[in-house]
């Protein structure tokens, strides 16, 4: 409406010389007020094509549809149309009363008038056209990276559906071999495991939870585990404290520890052991790296559907700022990451309910 209120005092202000020029006895306010009255009369002739032609043209041309022939013709007869009509408001009501002129004394030839009308439809159409077409695309564009984003939300969760479930197996074959060995033991990790799976159930429904805590539930996995080998499989964890609050995706980390105590293989003298390393640096970059002993014939390579997850959330959840790399040293399988918590610093969490 603005846009259109501009445009028309501006045709305004460039037909009262014409008027004063047709009318030269006439004062200013006069011309004024025939412009305006010429320019609510020429109106019409201008929404025609705007609304009835460049809308639907612009919709069409946007959304890609197959119907492009059809509005190419709409646009072209509306036109037409406005053509027509700014001709009939000439003809009947502009050149008698407004340029106080019989028809055929009006300056330029019929192909000239028609060409001048065309040439005062045609910006509108152009003005509105561009608008509309920005506002399009930009309208298409944002759609398109919402229904990505709620894609990626899905495949997401779906990770988290596969992983959490596959966490579950391999904790309840802990408490399997705790109960055939030690029920004490068994009896203490079933408290371990509780703590776990409400941080599952329910923390892991968030988008993410403070650092620390995420860490917390590592050691107490670790622990878990301990209960179940005794010395037979020592882990070694340094954690790093982090000086602010920092958050990261729940549940990210623990199939790292997982995959480690799964396909770790020991030998007799124990020389060997799970190391897990951890540091939050100045530039806020979280490094975990995680080391274990394997076979080269073991499937710790692969880590099976833990790492495959974690690879593709990695990816939704921190797009361009984490490196996550494996490496096989000797007899060592070593997995390092790095994540920039840079924009999780500070970030309010939703309740959970």
């Known amino acids: 409406m ?8 501006y045709f305004t202000s460039m037909s009262t010389p014409t008027i ?7 004062d200013l306010l006069q011309q004024l007020t025939l412009g305006i009255s010429m320019t609510l009369l020429l109106l019409p002739s201008k929404l025609i094509p705007v609304y009835l032609g460049v809308a639907p043209f612009v919709k069409t041309t946007v959304n890609d549809s197959t119907s492009k022939y059809y509005v190419l013709i709409r646009l072209f007869l509306s036109i037409i149309l406005g053509i ?24 330029g030839t019929e192909i000239q008038r028609w060409m001048s009308n ?22 298409a564009s944002e759609k398109a990276r919402q229904l990505e984003n ?16 596959h966490f579950l197996f ?5 408490i399997y071999g705790l109960i055939r060995k030690n029920q004490k033991a068994a009896e203490t990790s079933i408290l371990e495991v509780s703590e776990l799976l409400r941080y599952l159930l329910y923390e ?10 995420e860490q917390i539930m590592m050691e107490k996995f670790i622990q878990l585990q301990n209960l179940r080998f005794g010395n037979r499989t020592p882990a070694i964890a340094n954690w790093c ?14 199939p790292l520890i997982d995959n480690a105590y799964k396909f770790s293989h020991f030998d007799k003298e124990q020389k060997s052991k799970i190391s897990i390393e951890t540091r939050l640096n100045k530039d806020r970059i979280y490094h975990f790296r995680i080391s274990n002993p394997y076979r080269e014939n073991t499937t710790s390579g692969s880590g099976g559907i833990g790492l495959t997850n974690l690879k593709r959330q990695l990816e939704i959840e921190y797009p361009e700022r984490h490196t996550f790399e494996i490496e096989k040293n000797g007899m060592t399988f070593i997995v390092d990451l790095k994540i920039d918590l840079k924009n999780s610093a500070n970030k309010v969490l939703p309740n959970r309910e």
């Not at 065309?118 to 309208?139: H, K, N, R």
């Not at 899905?154 to 992983?163: A, D, G, P, S, Y």
């Not at 982090?242 to 623990?254: A, D, H, K, M, V």
Request: charged share 15%; aromatic share 16%.
């Open 241 to 254: 404290k982090p000086e602010s609050s920092f958050n990261i995706s729940p549940g990210l980390l623990l």
């Open 150 to 165: 709620e894609k990626l939300e899905i495949e997401l969760q779906f990770l988290k559906n596969q992983t959490n479930p």
């Open 2 to 9: 603005i846009i259109w209120i501009v445009h028309e005092l």
């Open 170 to 174: 391999n904790t309840l074959n802990t």
């Open 84 to 107: 027509i009509a700014y001709r009939i408001a000439m003809y009947v009501v502009v050149y008698p009363f407004i340029f106080n002129i019989p028809v055929e004394f009006a300056l």
């Open 118 to 139: 065309f040439s005062e439809i045609i910006v509108p159409m152009l003005l509105f056209g561009s608008i509309w077409t920005f506002d399009a695309q930009f309208t």
């Open 20 to 26: 004063s020029f047709y009318q030269p006895g006439i």
């Open 204 to 213: 892991c429904n968030v988008k993410e939870v403070p650092l620390e805590t």
